[in-house]
């Protein structure tokens, strides 16, 4: 299990309490080891894959601790333990946490700094054990489930024209078919009631894949017997490919459903259609955009 970084704090200066400077890569690993994480949890990123999560978690010791003066770095990726450090060890305590470094006027200068270009960290919990990455993207998924929540809604409104039309526009987006003129002239025109339209695999038109569609109320799920009924279409049109998207769920037969023959069928629930349109900025619109940023080593020549 991923320590959180309020648990890390004293390991971590115990690490480094002989005085030698440390490279945090190394600190790092010692830490794992310490906290018995695996190569797997070691590689587990937080949701924007932006960073790992157990190194992003150790960073922020590092960072709060060096805020409260107990560690030094000289340059950068070294830490040495400082004399407020290693007099902290002196007295042997049981844990480090944010409340502990409170008693630190450095670190409360840290939290409630409000100059231009400084974080404001004062609203941090004592006891929370998220980083302000982690803070950060936890509120970003609330706003983003929020959101697709109500794309859902919306588009289980539409009609079924305007739905199959909305699923073409997010192939193309994708990176399907030609243009949204050229993929459209497909739609409805099969005549095939397992077919709802056609879209080029790619802007050549070496391949064409099949599409159904279903604009179906959440809970009303879509079957096995849905899939065999698709793949019966797309047979019977020489297809090997399909797609099948619908605003509702699959059941777990038609999750494990594998056709016999060579076709190729994607299953897109009304989730993942959801995130799909928030990610390609269909149906929505950005708000708001915050960069996070650090500091760029190769730029002042550290390691």
């Not at 002989?18 to 080891?33: F, P, Q």
């Not at 003129?181 to 025109?189: N, P, T, V």
């Not at 049109?237 to 099948?244: E, H, L, R, Y």
């Not at 708000?287 to 760029?296: G, L, P, R």
């Amino acid at each position: 299990m991923i320590p959180d970084y309020q648990s890390i704090m004293l390991p971590l200066l115990e690490i480094i309490s002989d005085g030698k400077e440390y490279k945090m890569r190394i600190v790092t690993d010692e830490l794992a080891l310490k906290f018995d994480v695996t190569e797997e949890e070691q590689k587990e990123l937080l949701p924007s894959g932006a960073a790992p999560v157990f190194y992003n978690r150790t960073a922020w010791a590092k960072t709060y601790l060096k805020k409260a003066g107990l560690i030094d770095s000289p340059k950068q990726g070294i830490v040495i333990i400082s004399k407020r450090g290693l007099d902290v060890l002196k007295k042997k305590p049981s844990s480090i946490n944010v409340k502990y470094l409170k008693q630190f006027s450095e670190f409360i200068e840290f939290q409630t700094s409000k100059r231009e270009g400084e974080v404001e960290l004062e609203s941090i919990d004592d006891q929370s054990k998220e980083t302000p990455e982690e803070s950060l993207e936890t509120a970003y998924q609330k706003i983003r489930k929020s959101l697709a929540s109500e794309l859902i809604n919306k588009v289980v409104e539409l009609s079924p024209a305007f739905f199959e039309k909305l699923v073409v526009e997010l192939l193309v987006k994708m990176g399907y078919g030609g243009s949204i003129k050229d993929a459209g002239k497909a739609m409805g025109k099969s005549g095939d009631g397992g077919i709802d339209g056609t879209i080029k695999e790619d802007k050549l038109g070496l391949d064409i894949i099949y599409i159904q569609a279903k604009r179906w109320r959440p809970g009303n799920v879509v079957g096995r017997p849905e899939l065999q009924k698709f793949v019966g279409a797309l047979a019977g049109q020489g297809a090997k490919k399909g797609i099948f998207i619908t605003t509702s769920n699959f059941t777990k037969e038609a999750i494990e459903y594998t056709p016999r023959n060579e076709t190729k069928i994607v299953l897109i629930d009304g989730h993942q259609l959801a995130q799909l349109m928030i990610d390609y900025n269909l149906g929505c619109t950005p708000q708001q955009t915050y960069e996070v940023k650090k500091i760029d080593s190769d730029y002042f020549g550290e390691e």
